[in-house]
């Protein structure tokens, strides 16, 4: 994959879209959200954030200080429709973008009905609470690409393959899905109803994600503390970018979605990398360690692990044909300015600044 710059990534930087649009941002203290949130508001948008509390201690939304970028802060729950609805009606968005979940997978085997609740519930919530209120335009309601009935094979999948989950939290996110598409079909259908999509990212890396069992966080936590990483699954594939990438598919689709062909963008979109962006954990790892200058990686014996996917990857030609979307960043772009924020991070810099630089470079082709 060579770096170079998608005609989506130069809409989303230069059409002005974004000046002066309310969006309705669920999930904006967690990772990803907290990037977009950024992200919005460097480029005008009145961002208004329903999530819980900062999912970790240490978090993207407090190093950042991802509240500078915020119209309204909401801390509630996707499952309290009352709460959700208020929020929403208040807010009266011209964009929703869905970001809120349960997102870990480990998490889901120790708390099913709760990611189960979060993760199809909260999307009905949303959803239901979008019927009520007048003037929003288009809404992206972000899943995984772990909700494809994954058959371990070689072959990348399509927007048009098979949903399926083996754990739960996979199997949310392929409700979720077929919950969204129902509402699409039933509610709205009609030309002048909100514009509905999904989008379904691979794995992604970035700064300021301290999630557990995650890769890269569990490498940084152990290289600080002198520790080697422990690897669960070294040989599983993923398809790897950087937060950034998906980041600007969701914004570019959005854009379309609120555009006069916007019929033909209401479907599932998946936001991948190009085949050399798909690595095993192991090599991501390494990668990370010799980029951080310190820290070893090693597989210890495990009995007894839960399941996770061996094999996955995307397909992105729908993105790359229709949207006109293409990865920017090669991954070991992505891994060198991952291990720099967290650098940066441990050595006390402003991380609020260096995030929005990041943020520029990637939008502006640097």
Sequence with gaps: MGEGHGALEDMVKATGFWTGKKVFL???TGFKGGWLAMWLYRQ???VHGFSLEPPTATSLFGTAWVSKSLASDTRADLRDFPALSQALAKAAP???LHLGAQALVRFSYREPLATLATNVLGTANLLEAARGVSGIKAIVSVTTDKCYDNKEWVFPYRENDSLGGH???AASKACAEIVTASYRASFFGDKHAPAIATARAGNVIGGGDWAEDRLVPDCVRAFIEGRSVELRYPDAVRPWQHVLEPLSGYLGLAEALCGPDSAQFREAWNFGPDASG???VGEIARKVASAWGEGKVVTPPMEHRLHEAG????????ARS???WSP???IGRALDETVAWYKAWHAGKDMHAFTMAQIDAFAGGV
């Design 322 to 324: 229709r949207l006109h």
């Design 44 to 46: 005008g948008a009145l």
């Design 311 to 318: 094999l996955l990857r995307l397909d992105v030609t729908k």
């Design 167 to 169: 754990d739960t939290y």
């Design 94 to 96: 011209d964009v929703i």
């Design 278 to 280: 798909d690595a095993t």
């Design 328 to 330: 920017q960043w090669t």
């Design 26 to 28: 669920t999930g904006h």
